[in-house]
């Protein structure tokens, strides 16, 4: 059964860290390339990092480039995002998602290239 479980989630003040976790299973996870999305109340889902499935390559929404960071362990079947400066806009619930197809990367921005989603982790940032 393909899972990717989401952590890590939870509430914390303006300025400070927080580190998701991601931990796949009943897949290879070594051959696809993995994203993080979020999405706020009342807003749509939107991308906010994807690394390749070596992990050679990372690329990261305008809004958190320079303060979020994207990794995986293929030895652990995990993706981490490691968030720092944290803002109030930060706040939604943030998923993990798989690539439909193993070996690819282009498009990596676009949800619906992704074909299985974790059930999410709840980010508040208090001001």
């Known amino acids: 059964q393909v899972q990717v479980v989401e952590s890590g989630g939870g509430l914390v003040q303006a300025g400070g860290s927080l580190r998701l976790s991601c931990a796949a299973s009943?897949?290879?996870?070594?051959?696809?390339?993995m994203g993080w999305f979020r999405q706020a109340p009342g807003k749509e889902r939107e991308f906010v990092a994807a690394i390749t499935r070596s992990g050679d390559n990372t690329d990261y929404a305008d809004s958190v480039k320079g303060r979020f960071t994207i990794s995986r362990d293929n030895a652990k079947n995990t993706v981490y995002l490691q968030m720092n400066s944290l803002k109030p806009e930060d706040t939604a619930v943030y998923y993990c998602?798989?690539?439909?197809?193993?070996?690819?990367?282009?498009?990596?921005?676009?949800?619906?290239?992704?074909?299985?989603w974790g059930q999410g982790t709840q980010v508040t940032v208090s001001s």
């Open positions: 009943g897949f290879t996870f070594s051959i696809y390339a």
């Open positions: 998602a798989r690539r439909r197809t193993a070996l690819t990367y282009s498009g990596y921005r676009a949800s619906g290239n992704y074909g299985q």
